[in-house]
């Protein structure tokens, strides 16, 4: 497994045990075309899917450096994205919402050490959020992404 891998597995396995997410029906690593493509949202995810977390630590760069002698340092961009459906677009995006602050408050429990992300990870800077609406009649769909650094020191 790679670091990448390692991470967003697990994110994944803090988020299957989180309170407010018990609802969440789907949890995957593997990124949806539809997440992040023109293809419509609204058929990337079949309806017993939703509501659905996807985490990728490979959307954007990292970035690694020399820690100390026998250590490396990475710094490495993780993206939560969430999927609702709800038969109004503005009840899809209040579950979006809560289903984000609980992601956002995991997120921020990984900043200190002994978190469940592993040995020499933390979260670090900020945590940012962004939720938008899909009307596809007759449903209203919400998808949130959340972005944070995560800084993981390895062992040469």
Known sequence: MSIFSDLEDGLVAM???SPGLEGV???ETSVRECLFSGDKLTQ???????PAINVSAQLKPSRSNPFSAGEKQYEIPLT????????????????V??????????????RRSGNALGANV?????????????????????ISSTDATVLKVVEL
């Open 15 to 17: 988020l299957k045990g």
């Open 25 to 27: 029906k789907t949890f």
């Open 44 to 50: 990337g995810f079949r309806t017993d899917e939703l």
């Open 80 to 95: 939560v994205a969430i999927v609702t459906r709800a038969t109004k677009g503005k009840l899809a995006l209040q579950a």
């Open 97 to 110: 919402y809560e289903l984000q602050t609980a992601v956002e408050g995991i997120l921020d429990q990984a």
């Open 122 to 142: 933390l979260v670090t800077g900020e945590v940012t959020s962004s939720a938008t609406t899909i009307f596809e009649k007759p449903y209203g769909f919400a």
